[in-house]
């Protein structure tokens, strides 16, 4: 056919409450660490222990998502805190089962209430509510998965053009 490349990058939208946890474990971390400071070493173990966990949070608390589309294959890796990036999957793209809105008829089966197919649920959203996401069902080491992606109009033109049959935009 012919060679491409696409790279896109979906930042997960962050909970409501986040920025306030981090701030309250900081003004804690910091209380404590002077109250080991003036009164007792005693406290000074706990605040650094809240210390270390602020930074585990605030790195597990920041996600983002990059799919890689190129040449039959779709490699989704997370970023944690923008720093730490792990490889969730590497799909052969002729695997493919389905591509769809989460609304559509073609994935209705494998919907969370409803369908009669359950099968492992992996979801690289952002969460933005003016963005839609789209079902991928796939095979991966001999297991169908379900996978929910922000895909870009340019992914998808590519998976329409490649697999018509399979592949539903509306």
Sequence with gaps: MYNYKIIEQVKKKQK?????????????????????????????LPGFLLVVLYFIYNTLSRR????????????????????????????????IEVVAPNWHDAVAKYRKNGGSIKLPK??????EEDTPFYTMIITENHTKIKLLLDLSDEMLQI???????KVYLS
Excluded: W
């Design 159 to 165: 998976l329409k053009r490649k697999y018509p049959d």
């Design 16 to 44: 409501p409450f986040t920025g306030f946890f981090r701030t309250i474990m900081i003004v804690f971390a910091v209380i404590v660490l002077l109250l080991g400071v003036t009164i007792s070493q005693g406290f000074m």
């Design 64 to 95: 983002e998502y990059e799919y890689t589309m190129e040449d039959g294959r779709l490699d989704i890796d997370v970023i944690l805190g923008g720093k730490y990036r792990k490889n969730a999957h590497k799909l052969d793209l002729d695997a």
């Design 122 to 127: 992996y979801d690289y959203t952002s969460y």
